[in-house]
């Protein structure tokens, strides 16, 4: 009996400390900052108290603009001529998250969405007319955006509901509600928002399951949000000018289509 009461001391002892771990390093699993495979040479910096965040633009004289936030290990400079080219008539911007692609600081929930607020409000000084992209990690993003601030069209690209629901279906023996910092709640925010919203779902992603996006979309009001899919897993790449077709076309819709 004795040896029993030491053994169950042992796996006790180990759980807490994988949970501690956990605890300690999930911003190191959750975040996978990288550089800016071509660096802007003439970025927007978005002076913040504690970090300075870069911003690969391309500015146009032009009431309406496009915002951007990446998925997470994207480097969004990239995508920066492809959007150009899909969209002529906007103004393009797309954010560095903190410690991604020369931007200063560390990636947090809190900081990177007090940066889009930032950015955004920073951009409706020249743009009246705002239209929100956020792919994966960055519909997180987005969706906090477009709840408080009003946008002219809202893009979720492989969104989820929330982190922590995708944390419990990783990591199913730890309490990761309680131990998690960043949840990114978007099933939370997708009441308040009013804007336009396009969900566009990978058919084939094996990160996000679907069940997760038609979470998200059912957490809209209805008449918000419309959904569309298209081949191909998490990280396939997705045209910007099939973007920029779908959204001249958009007419939110209360039925989930494919």
Not at 129 to 158: C, E, N, P, W
Request: charged share 15%; hydrophobic share 45%.
């Amino acid at each position: 009996m004795r040896m029993l009461f030491t053994l169950t001391g042992y796996v006790l002892a180990g759980y807490c400390l994988l949970c501690l771990l956990l605890y300690l390093l999930q911003r190191q699993l959750i975040y996978f900052p990288v550089p800016a495979q071509l660096p802007p040479t003439e970025p927007l910096l978005l002076q913040q108290a504690d970090a300075t965040v870069l911003v690969s633009q391309k500015p146009r004289e032009t009431s309406q603009a496009l915002l951007y936030f990446g998925g997470n290990a994207e480097d969004v400079s990239v995508a920066l001529p492809e959007f150009a080219a899909a969209f002529p008539n906007h103004a393009i911007y797309l954010m560095h998250y903190r410690g991604y692609g020369g931007s200063s600081g560390k990636p947090s929930e809190q900081a990177l969405v007090a940066d889009a607020l930032a950015l955004y409000d920073q951009l409706q000084t020249k743009h009246s007319d705002i239209t929100v992209l956020g792919r994966s990690l960055g519909s997180g993003v987005a969706v906090q955006l477009a709840a408080q601030r009003k946008v002219a069209q809202l893009v979720l690209i492989t969104p989820f509901d929330s982190l922590s629901a995708l944390a419990r279906r990783q990591f199913p023996l730890f309490p990761v509600k309680w131990l998690l910092k960043d949840t990114y709640n978007s099933v939370a925010y997708a009441p308040g928002i009013y804007s336009p919203t396009l969900i566009l779902l990978a058919e084939q992603d094996e990160i996000i399951g679907r069940a997760h996006s038609e979470a998200l979309y059912q957490a809209f009001a209805p008449g918000i949000a419309r959904v569309k899919s298209y081949s191909g897993s998490h990280n396939s790449e997705l045209a910007a000018s099939q973007l920029a077709a779908w959204l001249a076309t958009a007419t939110p819709s209360a039925a989930l289509s494919n």
